[in-house]
């Protein structure tokens, strides 16, 4: 079946540092792409996502591309800040199946000033 | 922010009783989804519901059971907590998109 599988964590940085977060999917059809945060006590909120195969989501200075060829869609940041510390989450859509997400089992961010 | 709310935001209750937490929302949407979130295990489908009484089980539902007599109110019971049922419960709704919004969540402690 279909399956997400994002690089474990916890990820620690320095402010100003470069980030990627790996994400790669396996799925049968054209799924659309997620990414969810969720801050420490918080519900997950959408980050970004693409619905197609070559589109880049970006949002607060994040970005991901649906890379189809290596079925990626990794997450990238240029310069984090203390306050992206938190959880990302991957996930693809099961496609036509009551819109449930398949998830990834989440990689912690942690970075310091 | 999409409209989600979840009652109680925390609960301490003791092994074998009953427990219902509610997800309300004001967005209209169709599709309601519950699930439970434990470390190294991500967050994990209990159930979920496609319209006003239709539901169906997720990957995690043994011992849950639902509810959804309108379509703002979507009710998680576990029928005989467990100590294994401690967990943080999150709600999530979806409308004309693939996207999910997620409600703030509930803790459970079972003891």
């Known amino acids: 079946g279909d399956s997400v599988t994002q690089m474990e964590g916890p990820v620690t940085l320095s402010e100003e540092a470069f980030l990627t977060i790996n994400c790669t999917y396996t799925?049968?059809?054209?799924?659309?792409l997620f990414w969810y945060v969720q801050y420490p006590g918080e519900g997950l909120q959408l980050l970004l996502k693409?619905?197609?195969a070559d589109d880049k989501g970006s949002n607060k200075g994040f970005e991901a591309t649906y890379r189809k060829e290596t079925t990626s869609f990794h997450l990238e940041k240029g310069s984090v800040q203390v306050s992206d510390s938190a959880v990302y989450f991957c996930?693809?859509?099961?496609?036509?199946?009551?819109?449930?997400?398949?998830w990834g089992l989440g990689t912690s961010l942690a970075v310091n000033p | 922010d999409a409209g989600i709310t979840q009652s109680p935001r925390h609960k301490v209750t003791e092994t074998g009783t009953p427990v219902t937490l509610r997800c309300h929302q004001t967005?209209?949407?169709?599709?309601m989804y519950w699930y439970r979130q434990d470390p190294g295990h991500g967050l994990r489908l209990i159930h979920y519901?496609?319209?006003?009484?239709?539901?169906d089980k997720g990957e995690v539902s043994d011992g849950y059971s639902v509810s959804r007599s309108k379509t703002e109110d979507f009710l998680l019971t576990l029928e005989s907590a467990t100590s294994s049922q401690t967990s943080v419960y999150f709600c999530?709704?979806?409308?004309?998109?693939?996207?999910?919004?997620f409600g703030p969540g509930t803790r459970l402690l079972v003891l």
């Open positions: 999530a709704i979806s409308g004309g998109t693939e996207t999910q919004y």
């Open positions: 967005e209209n949407h169709r599709y």
């Open positions: 519901s496609y319209g006003v009484k239709d539901t």
């Open positions: 799925a049968t059809g054209y799924p659309s």
């Open positions: 693409a619905t197609k």
């Open positions: 996930a693809l859509s099961d496609a036509g199946n009551n819109r449930k997400l398949i």
